[in-house]
Structure formats: C-alpha cells, structure tokens
C-alpha cells in the first residue's frame, strides 16, 4: 500500500451496537483507507487476560502481559483479522463472555495508557478510520472527520441480538440489560469515558440501513476533502 503525501484519520465513536464497526469496515474499503478497530485491542487484552489465567485486579501481571502484547489486524475479503501474540483471535474475541471482560478491562488505567501508543501508531503513515468510544477525543482529538455512531437502545440490542444469534443463551431482554450495563460502564468511567466531542458529527442510525450511514460518512468526506467519489484517496 502507497502512503498519500496528506494522511488524514476519520474517527467513528458511540456505544456498542451503534454499527461503528460494520459501517467503518466499509468506509474503509471504499476509500481504500486503515481500519483500527479499537474495541478488538480491548477484546485481545480480555483474551490474553483469560488464556494466560491473569486475574484483572494483579496489576503486576497485568504490566507485564501489556508490556508484551502484540496486536495486529490484517484485512481479508470483507473480514478484518485480529491476531494476538500470533494466535487469530478473530472469532474467539467475541463471546459475550469476552465482551464482559473486555467492558472490565478498558476501565483498567494501565490498561488504556498502554494501548494509547498502539493504537497511534497502528495508523501512522496512512490515511485510516478507526474505531471505539474515545478515538476522537483521546486517540485522535485532532482527526480530520469525527463521526459520532448512536441509535436507541432496543435497536442496538436487536442488532447485537441477531449478530449472535447462534447462541442460545441469550435473548433480546439479556442482550439489551447487557448493552445497557456496558453503556453505563463506558460512559461512568474516569479515564477516557465515553463522550461525544465537541467538534464530532452525530448520525443517529436508529432508523437508517447501513447503506444509508455509509453514503451520509462518504458525503462528509466528499464535502471535507473536496474530492470527488471517483478518485481514490491512495492506490
Ligand atoms: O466496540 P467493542 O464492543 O468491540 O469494545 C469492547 C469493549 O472495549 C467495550 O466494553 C468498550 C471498550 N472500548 C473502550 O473502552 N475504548 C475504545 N476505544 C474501544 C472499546
């Protein structure tokens, strides 16, 4: 991949089951840009956590796992992998038992300091869009587009709902209650809560199809960066 003389970042941030991710993976393609997703460096963490039998509250294992961890994505046909210290961890980080450890591990200071830096420099030197709940107020306050993803609740459930629908545990109330706690944890917490930034643009999804909030993104962008559908942004 070719790096542009001007890399610009779009961020995408809301709560979980906004579609922040679906919606950015196809920015992506379509612009030919980085995809970072945040909450997968999160989810790697939870992982790692878990298979090495780390307990959240020994800060001292925790460094050290940290310290250690490598986390690198790698686009594949519309899939975006996740590998974590060398194991794909695509498929395995998203249990609803890894979303609740990854909601307890991101309210985890050492945690976030030390994904910071990562998180930066897996988008330094190209143009990229990524996303999570902080990346255009702590990762990236100076990106050049800032997209912040909401929908109701019962929507975002019912999303989330038929994205693990092979699961027979859950159902619409468990998964609502679920998205409801993590919401209250992500925007509750001390560092790096939840918020939209000021200079964000908010896009409610509630009634809108994914086609629909990739077009309004692409707008932006066209409007941001004068540049027309047709032309690349890299090769
Ligand atoms: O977006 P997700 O569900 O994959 O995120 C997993 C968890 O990580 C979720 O509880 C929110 C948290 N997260 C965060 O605190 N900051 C980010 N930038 C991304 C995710």
New binding site residues.
């Given amino acids: 991949m070719k790096t542009t003389e001007k890399n610009f970042v779009i961020t995408v ?1 809301g709560p ?1 089951g906004a579609g ?2 679906t919606i950015s993976k196809q920015i992506a393609t379509q612009l030919n840009l980085i995809y970072i ?7 790697s963490v939870a992982w790692a956590a878990q298979k090495q039998g780390i307990s959240l509250t020994d800060t001292a294992a925790l460094d050290q796992l940290m310290s250690n961890i490598k986390i690198r994505f790698q686009a594949a046909d519309d899939k975006n992998l996740v590998f974590c210290n060398g194991y794909d961890v695509t498929t395995e980080i998203r249990t609803p038992q890894i ?1 609740q450890l ?2 307890a ?3 985890i200071p050492l945690v ?1 300091d030390a994904l910071l830096p990562l ?1 930066r420099k897996a988008a330094q030197g190209y143009p990229a869009i990524i ?5 255009g107020t702590v ?1 990236f306050p100076e990106a050049e587009l800032k997209i912040y993803l909401d929908a109701d609740l019962k929507a975002r459930a019912r999303r989330r709902l038929k994205d693990q629908a092979a699961s027979a545990q859950i159902n619409l109330q468990s998964v609502t209650q679920a998205i409801a706690d ?1 919401d209250a ?2 925007s509750s ?1 001390a560092q ?1 809560p ?1 918020r939209m930034a000021d200079d964000a643009i908010l896009i409610d999804s509630t009634n809108l199809s994914i086609e629909d909030v990739c077009e309004k993104i692409l707008q932006l962008f066209h409007a941001r960066f004068n540049k027309h559908d047709e032309e690349p942004v890299h090769e």
Avoid: F
């Fill in positions: 941030d979980s922040k991710s997703d945040t909450g997968a460096m999160y989810r979303d990854a909601s591990v991101s309210g976030r998180q996303d999570g709940r902080d990346a990762i993590r944890a992500d917490r790096a939840l």
